[in-house]
């Protein structure tokens, strides 16, 4: 059973450009969410897909969009990239976004923006 | 959103011995998880406990629900057991609050 898979493992970014993130959820789960960890911090919540559709939203700009696919996979893009970016971006996979239940995580993109 | 506070933020224990871990958080929850976050970033699962007592092998851990707090235990300590444990709790859906984290660090 594999578990959440992201990709890319580590990826260089320029000030200023866009960058696309990608995250499989661990089998027979329907809900990603996607959280960022800056250095010495707990991860803050960005966002969560559900049926193709943002349902939640944390604290983030629009800068942050994001994807949900048919086969449940998501992707995260961040646009006019700032230093303040980089971060540690973690994928987390569940079943049935309202109700409570385990979540299960990647093992994250390190994103480093100069 | 929740607020959530852990402590100590930082231990250091010699190898065999036990500690307790604490997690304080602001508001009524209906999900909970601790786990561990390990040198490459990865955060392991440890249990998912949003009211009671779970154990497994040499930890335990219990959520007071109505209190507002979560206690890890880790008895018999190994080096293995370095890194960056956080509590998550949450209340709506799956989204969950993550504080700083206590840092351990086992020394042999």
């Known amino acids: 059973d594999a578990g959440v898979t992201q990709s890319p493992t580590h990826l260089i970014k320029t000030r200023g450009q866009q960058v696309t993130l990608r995250c499989s959820p661990k089998s027979g789960h329907d809900t990603v969410s996607w959280y960022q960890q800056a250095l010495g911090q707990g991860p803050q919540f960005i966002f969560q897909?559900?049926?193709?559709?943002?349902?939640q939203r944390g604290n983030f700009p629009d800068r942050f969009s994001g994807h949900q696919f048919p086969n449940y996979s998501s992707e995260l893009n961040v646009n006019a990239l700032l230093l303040g970016d980089s971060a540690l971006y973690l994928c987390?996979?569940?079943?049935?976004?309202?109700?409570?239940?385990?979540?299960?995580f990647g093992q994250g993109t390190r994103l480093t923006v100069v | 959103g929740i607020q959530v506070e852990q402590s100590p933020p930082d231990l250091i224990l010699q190898e065999g011995a036990n500690s307790t871990l604490r997690c304080n958080f602001s508001?009524?929850?209906?999900?909970l998880q601790w786990f561990h976050q390990n040198p490459w970033g990865q955060l392991i699962n440890l249990f998912y406990i949003p009211s009671g007592t779970k154990q497994n092998g040499r930890l335990s851990a219990t959520t007071v629900a109505t209190e507002r707090y979560s206690l890890l235990y880790i008895s018999s300590s190994q080096t293995t057991d370095s890194g960056v444990y956080f509590c998550a709790p949450g209340n709506t859906g799956n989204q969950f609050y993550f504080g700083t984290g206590t840092s351990l660090t086992v020394i042999p």
């Open positions: 987390a996979s569940s079943l049935a976004f309202m109700g409570p239940g385990e979540a299960f």
């Open positions: 508001d009524s929850v209906n999900n």
């Open positions: 897909y559900y049926e193709e559709e943002e349902r």
